[in-house]
């Protein structure tokens, strides 16, 4: 079973929507979550980290579900800007390595 | 500030050749990672570094060489070019708090 793991979408989604996406990951130990944005032929940049308590930044939301073992973005008011690949990422307790999801294709509609 | 910088930005090497990408940051981080990104499969781990001197394998480490000289600087080697080595490579180096900070990528194509 993958560390990670991901609906790839694609989400067409209106400009002005909201969105979900979720992200499943299959070790209990896992420990630190994240979100990722890539856009098209671009490197991969954090999005927001993911703490227990849910956190929100601007237009999105993280939640941790640690009893199903899951973790989610909510966009909302969606925005052309948005549209890219959106990639979760978890690290594992005392661990150095990440596992990526292998992400979540947006795109927004004019 | 570069953050993180990577070269070369694109390479074609032939079958059995090798070659050297560098990774070089100026934030000051321990850690650093290389990874591969293909088409379907998200970015695969193939080797990382803890600290200068220091260096351990990912997931997909064959093939692959590195070494960790200098705090600022992560180098991944390909002794013998494959084919299935085609691919982009990132590097990446990580803060205190996990957060990883990437370079713009290397495209590498094997014939």
């Known amino acids: 079973r993958k560390e990670v793991e991901q609906d790839p979408g694609p989400f067409n989604v209106p400009e002005g929507a909201t969105v979900a996406f979720n992200c499943t990951y299959s070790?209990?130990?896992?420990?630190?979550f994240f979100w990722y944005r890539q856009d098209c032929r671009k490197e991969p940049k954090l999005l927001m980290s993911?703490?227990?308590s849910g956190n929100e930044d601007g237009r999105f939301t993280a939640q941790l579900n640690r009893a199903s073992q899951y973790i989610s973005l909510l966009i909302r008011d969606s925005k052309l800007s948005d549209s890219a690949t959106y990639l979760c990422?978890?690290?594992?307790?005392?661990?150095?390595?990440?596992?990526f999801g292998t992400g979540t294709s947006l795109t927004v509609i004019p | 500030n570069a953050g993180v910088t990577q070269t070369p930005k694109f390479r074609v090497l032939k079958t059995g050749q090798s070659m050297t990408l560098l990774c070089a940051q100026d934030?000051?981080?321990?850690?650093m990672y290389w990874y591969r990104q293909d088409p379907g499969m998200g970015l695969r781990l193939i080797h990382y570094?803890?600290?200068?001197?220091?260096?351990a394998k990912g997931e997909v480490p064959d093939g692959y060489n590195v070494s960790r000289l200098k705090k600022q600087n992560f180098l991944l080697g390909l002794e013998s070019a494959a084919p299935s080595q085609t691919s982009v490579y990132f590097c990446?180096?990580?803060?205190?708090?996990?957060?990883?900070?990437f370079g713009p990528g290397t495209r590498l194509t094997v014939t």
């Open positions: 990446a180096s990580r803060d205190g708090f996990g957060e990883q900070y």
């Open positions: 070790n209990s130990a896992s420990q630190s």
């Open positions: 570094s803890v600290g200068e001197g220091t260096t």
């Open positions: 990422v978890v690290n594992r307790e005392g661990g150095n390595q990440f596992y």
């Open positions: 934030m000051n981080h321990e850690y």
């Open positions: 993911v703490y227990s």
